[in-house]
């Protein structure tokens, strides 16, 4: 049973990505800002090879690393929270959501007054506890709403709860939500109640987040729609709106959201469990609290083993980030940073994947690991980290071997392939070549006619490979003959391995490399 754990380390970016300047960043590296700190710690993260990726030489690097590792550039215009976890699950953002420094525009200011029939206090950046000291009388005199915003892309509205009662203030909420659409989508649209006397009002935890939708068919929403569990921890669940989420948990900062995970392991599902670790960004990146910042980072690090100690056989974390947020920069807002990718499990090979182009690839990998058709925006990188199964290796090698039996005089290129049996038997096959051209055969077509001739009808897997003179190159994808006569035998999940090197190779299905194919099926008699 396949599990994905995949936790974001909140605004843990690592170094400014090239176009940095443009979001007013510069000289920003969340994580090698908290590294100067004594509260630092660097054990479990370091054996795991975070100091292997790219850009992160001023720390350690293991030399035997435990995890895949990556840098992850972010595609997406902009650097907020909800478009970086909508790329990590799939979906890249063409702009940022709209931030307003000087207030909402009168047009929308004047939508909500009519639809609400409640006049608007402050409408600018503002301190949430700040906002209540100065407007909060005057919102008790007047009934009129206090509506501010902050660097994020947020329409928050204050309002004393025996003024205006908790539904009261949701329903205000989902007006705001209508009328922010379009260019004026904020990200969320937050319910910020507050109770008490002038001079010593106090936020109450009835809080509520009312989020805008991702645009278009996020991870969350495939596996769902697969019958697979989706976890949501901590805010995630108010990020996606709630789309594609099958259960999920609300918790109160870092401790309990890794106290979740852990828990989560414990329990039997397919899917994902998707974790938000939000203290990082929002106690210690916004507050530029570079020791606390630190310090939360030391206890993720101390708390690892803990946690990969337990994981199943078939288990895969994956730890990322959403932005950066340095917190010794030069202002509390997030930072256009790179984030890490770190891969573990016991079937994944530790490399280093370098610096890749998309949070979005954390999506495809996730995809192709659970077995959805799910690709998003991103590229899977699965094939470069996953460990062959016992299975696959022997197929391979077989593929491998068979391609030196290869009779190919006049093209030159070895193509070998391998066919595995529902049984258990392999059979191997060359590619065949003649001198009058047309009769040569492909690879793929003598492993599978030896296996039909020799009685064999059920099959599980096929692996190819070729190349000039007997090296490979690249893939070598069987033509379209081949795509026909495996179709022929095998079901439309039957898995195919495009052999990259001996032991490598990318696995595709045959319905992938055959859409719409003819079949048996479309002779049978009720078709
Ligand atoms: N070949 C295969 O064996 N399998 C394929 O699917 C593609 C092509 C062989 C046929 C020929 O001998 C050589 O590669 C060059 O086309």
């Not at 605004?11 to 630092?40: H, M, Q, V, Y």
């Not at 066919?419 to 191997?428: A, F, H």
């Not at 897997?461 to 070598?476: D, N, P, S």
């Not at 033509?479 to 999940?493: A, H």
Request: proline share 5%.
């Amino acid at each position: 049973m396949k599990r994905v754990f995949l936790i974001v380390m909140d605004s843990l970016g690592i170094g400014e990505e090239p176009d940095a300047a443009l979001f007013g960043d510069r000289d920003c590296n969340t994580l090698k800002r908290i590294s100067g700190s004594d509260k630092f710690r660097f054990s479990s993260m370091r054996d795991m090879g975070v100091g292997n990726i790219d850009g992160q030489s001023y720390l350690p690097a293991a030399k035997k690393p435990l995890a895949a590792v990556a840098r992850l550039r972010e595609r997406s215009m902009g650097k907020d929270t909800t478009i970086g976890h909508w790329e990590i699950a799939g979906v890249v953002s063409q702009s940022p959501l709209p931030t307003y420094p000087d207030g909402f525009p009168p047009e929308v200011i004047a939508e909500f007054e009519e639809a609400t029939g409640r006049k608007v206090l402050c409408n600018k950046p503002y301190s949430g506890t700040e906002v209540i000291k100065d407007y909060g009388e005057e919102h008790m005199k007047t009934g009129a709403l206090i509506v501010y915003t902050s660097a994020d892309s947020v329409f928050q509205i204050a309002a004393h709860e025996d003024v205006v009662p908790l539904e009261q203030l949701y329903g205000y909420c989902r007006t705001a939500r209508k009328i922010l659409k379009g260019k004026h989508a904020v990200g969320r649209v937050i319910a910020r109640p507050f109770i008490g006397e002038p001079g010593s009002f106090t936020r109450t935890a009835n809080r509520h987040d009312f989020s805008l939708l991702p645009p278009k068919e996020t991870l969350l929403d495939a596996l769902e729609k697969d019958g697979k569990t989706v976890y949501a921890v901590g805010k995630i669940n108010d990020i996606f709106a709630g789309r594609g989420v099958t259960k999920h948990v609300m918790t109160h900062g870092n401790t309990e959201g890794m106290a979740v995970a852990l828990g989560a392991l414990d329990e039997e599902f397919e899917g994902l469990c998707f974790v938000n670790l939000v203290d990082f960004d929002m106690l210690y990146g916004h507050r530029q609290d570079v020791d606390g910042y630190a310090a939360a980072f030391a206890e993720f690090d101390n708390w690892l083993p803990s946690f990969t100690s337990k994981m199943k056989a078939d288990d895969m974390l994956i730890i990322t980030a959403d932005h950066g947020c340095d917190p010794g920069d030069s202002h509390t807002d997030h930072s256009r940073e790179y984030v890490p990718c770190i891969v573990y499990g016991k079937n994944v090979k530790p490399v280093n994947l370098g610096t890749r182009s998309g949070f979005c690839d954390i999506a495809a990998t996730v995809a192709e690991y659970l077995g959805s058709g799910f690709k998003g925006d991103g590229q899977s990188f699965l094939s470069d980290i996953i460990k062959p199964t016992a299975e696959e290796k022997a197929l391979c090698e077989a593929a491998y071997e068979a391609m030196h039996s290869s009779y190919s005089p006049y093209s030159g290129f070895t193509v070998g392939a391998a066919v595995l049996t529902k049984s258990g038997k392999i059979y191997k096959g060359c590619n065949i070549e003649n001198a009058a051209y047309s009769p040569s055969v492909c690879a793929e077509r003598t492993a599978v006619f030896k296996a039909v001739s020799e009685g064999e009808r059920e099959f599980a897997m096929l692996a190819v490979c070729g190349g000039k003179g007997g090296k490979l190159k690249g893939l070598c994808p069987p033509c379209g003959v081949c795509r026909q006569v495996i179709r022929e035998f095998c079901p439309d999940g039957f898995p195919v391995l495009l052999m990259k090197s001996k032991t490598t190779f990318v696995k595709k299905t045959i319905s992938e490399l055959l859409p719409y194919s003819f079949s048996p099926d479309n002779l049978s008699e009720d078709k």
